[in-house]
């Protein structure tokens, strides 16, 4: 299959990949999407299912329902993290539940829709997923961003012989610093006059450094050692 090309932009396509278990609600995202330029790369409609196909397509970007038969949406989207860094997953739920947001957030997912939202603000929110955004359903970045804080205060486990932390260079540090105060890459590139592209350079470097495996991770690390108030 040749690649497809998003319009106008002669870049490639994001690749996306719908999960869901209603039938006539996962093809029709999946056709708003390819309508939209999107490379719609694969569907499924149970938990499984979506583990073993997004390990064969490895999609950019996951939309992804909580509520699925044979494995729930968060254990699909911790597997699926896990065992691929540069995979960015959007959930879309019926489900505005605070702890099911939380719980969503804390499994790796990068945002959080309502199924209430537009096909516009649905095609927004996976092309900002895909550039790196923490993308939310106005009302639960707030809510998000709050829990990050209470995570924070909370004392960590005790270990015994923990490592000295590893040392990160001047510019990775204030990356990490504005991730943690909320901004997007956008607004952090625009911030430090850099390009969108050495951000995400920086911010997976830091992870790697940190063994973090994504961006709520890497928030709580920043926050703990107050770097979102520096």
């Not at 196909?53 to 329902?65: C, E, I, K, N, W």
Request: charged share 25%.
């Amino acid at each position: 299959m040749s690649a497809t090309h998003e319009e106008g932009t002669g870049q490639p396509a994001i690749r996306v990949m719908v999960v869901d278990d209603h039938p006539m609600w996962r093809d029709a995202v999946a056709r708003d999407l390819a309508e939209a330029g999107f490379d719609v790369v694969a569907t499924a409609g149970d938990g499984p299912q979506a583990v073993r196909r997004a390990g064969a397509v490895t999609p950019d970007v996951l939309v992804l329902d909580l509520n699925l038969p044979g494995m729930p949406g968060v254990q699909v989207c911790k597997e699926l993290v896990g065992s691929q860094p540069g995979l960015r997953v959007l959930v879309l739920s019926a489900s505005g539940e605070h702890a099911d947001v939380l719980e969503a957030v804390k499994s790796g997912a990068t945002g959080y829709l309502m199924k209430s939202a537009s096909t516009q603000e649905l095609t927004e929110a996976v092309r900002r997923t895909a550039a790196g955004d923490a993308v939310f359903t106005p009302g639960l970045a707030g809510l998000v961003l709050g829990e990050y804080r209470r995570l924070a205060s909370e004392p960590a486990p005790a270990a015994s012989d923990e490592p000295k932390a590893p040392e990160l260079t001047e510019r990775e540090t204030e990356v990490l610093r504005l991730v943690a105060k909320g901004l997007s890459y956008k607004q952090i590139a625009e911030r430090l006059v850099i390009s969108h592209r050495t951000v995400q350079n920086h911010v997976q470097n830091t992870l790697g450094k940190l063994q973090l495996h994504n961006r709520v991770e890497l928030v709580r690390y920043a926050i703990e050692r107050g770097l979102d108030d520096a």
